[in-house]
């Protein structure tokens, strides 16, 4: 029989503890008794904070079967039924038009004008095959100690491949949260990249300066006639997934371009405020983890309309304007490319 409530589900789950054979230490009764007070109140709680309690009731279940306990064997019922986002806004964060009559197009030339200030758009001129030195995820890690690329592409009178200025890291995914990498540490591998290769399943790269036009150049990442790589110290950032990725539902300060240079990249895309019509909240208030959300508009059957979907794939591209909510999953072995746009129409 299904709980009702999320404090009968950690009454179930005390009861659990009572006949479980692997005794829990002291500190994880002390995290449970915490939980059970905050049950208590989830009444008022948010639904993300609602979603994250009872994620980490489940995660006291899976620590049970980490240690060795039979969990399945336990008296303890199903977790309750949390709320979804409803497709009707409750209360809109962008006019009507942007929230409920928006949809991705495609342009496939780039002589056609993308607006910095306007919605997603496909691009999809690009060649259909992987630019040398971007065949498979493996070989990308092993080159960016040497540079992308290797000798094969260096032109005559270069005396490097582009360097990224930072290589950083995460474990490959926890089961139990994919979705999460705010609750993962992330590795610097700058010195060592090539440490990846048996340590990491998610690599982000980043290059600043002419060694991302250089690295654009290269990877044949062609931008609309209309954009341009806004040149920083971190302009580029090179997402290779050795392992199936998630990057979490987020948003970004500037407008990027993705590209997806080899396998796949699988894109859900909303626009802001889509967030406030679901009374969804981030996971912080402050700080980096205010750009993210614990929500996932493709485990919603219930999601908003305002959610578009798209996989890009080899040679395919996404304009993805500032403050616009989307999270990327990437297949195995599948390479992504972000590059930070500035309008090319506005003299610097």
């Not at 709980?3 to 950690?10: A, F, G, R």
């Not at 002419?210 to 580029?236: F, I, K, N, Y």
């Not at 798209?310 to 992504?336: D, Y």
């Amino acid at each position: 029989m299904m709980c009702k409530s999320l404090e009968e589900y950690t009454d179930a789950l005390r009861v659990l503890l009572t006949h479980a054979t692997c005794r829990p230490s002291p500190d994880m009764r002390k995290h449970i008794n915490m939980l059970q007070r905050r049950a208590r109140s989830s009444s008022k709680l948010t639904p993300v904070r609602r979603i994250r309690l009872r994620d980490q009731l489940r995660d006291v279940i899976d620590s049970l079967a980490a240690s060795g306990e039979d969990v399945g064997a336990l008296p303890l019922p199903p977790p309750p039924p949390l709320a979804r986002c409803r497709k009707k806004p409750q209360r809109l964060g962008q006019p009507d038009s942007m929230l409920l009559g928006w949809s991705l197009s495609c342009v496939t030339s780039p002589a056609d004008v993308v607006r910095l200030d306007g919605p997603p758009v496909v691009l999809g001129y690009g060649e259909r095959r992987a630019p040398a030195g971007f065949c498979d995820a493996a070989t990308l890690i092993r080159n960016l100690g040497d540079g992308i690329g290797g000798r094969e592409l260096m032109h005559a009178g270069e005396d490097s491949c582009p360097r990224p200025v930072q290589v950083r890291a995460l474990a490959p995914a926890d089961e139990a949260s994919p979705s999460k990498p705010w609750l993962h540490s992330w590795k610097d591998l700058t010195e060592d990249p090539q440490r990846a290769l048996t340590t990491a399943g998610y690599v982000q790269a980043y290059y600043g300066g002419a060694a991302a036009e250089q690295l654009q150049l290269r990877a044949r990442a062609r931008l609309p006639a209309s954009l341009m790589l806004r040149v920083h110290e971190r302009s580029l950032i090179n997402f290779i997934s050795l392992e199936p990725s998630h990057s979490g539902t987020h948003w970004d300060e500037s407008p990027s371009v993705l590209v997806c240079l080899t396998g796949t990249r699988d894109v859900w895309i909303a626009p802001p405020g889509v967030d406030e019509a679901c009374g969804l909240e981030p996971v912080a208030s402050t700080g980096d983890l205010s750009h993210f959300l614990d929500y996932d508009p493709r485990d919603d059957d219930n999601r908003h309309v305002a959610w578009e979907h798209h996989e890009l794939t080899e040679g395919e591209a996404l304009f993805i304007p500032a403050h616009w909510w989307h999270v990327v999953r990437g297949a195995r072995g599948s390479i992504g490319m972000s590059l930070d746009v500035a309008d090319a129409r506005v003299s610097s």
